[in-house]
């Protein structure tokens, strides 16, 4: 089996849009209601991934918890 990883930061430069032909620069990474990762562009916000990571899925969290979460973990 293989396995990949990802290196994304802030400030990494991205091409968006439909042929992937638009410039754009990441300046936030947060998590949706389901867990999973959204980049924040100066063109907009984006899934990370088009498919759900199954392993990044919480487990019987609400949205709502989840949301609680993420948003104490931006405070500490």
Do not use: W
């Not at 990494?12 to 389901?34: C, Y």
């Amino acid at each position: 089996m293989k396995t990949y990883s990802v290196d994304i930061k802030v400030g990494d430069k991205i091409q968006v849009g439909r042929f992937k032909n638009v410039k754009a620069v990441i300046k936030n990474i947060t998590l949706d209601e389901h867990g999973q990762p959204v980049i924040h562009t100066n063109k907009g916000e984006k899934k990370l991934f088009t498919c759900r990571i199954h392993k990044l899925t919480p487990g019987t969290k609400t949205p709502k918890q989840i949301l609680l979460e993420v948003k104490n973990r931006k405070k500490s």
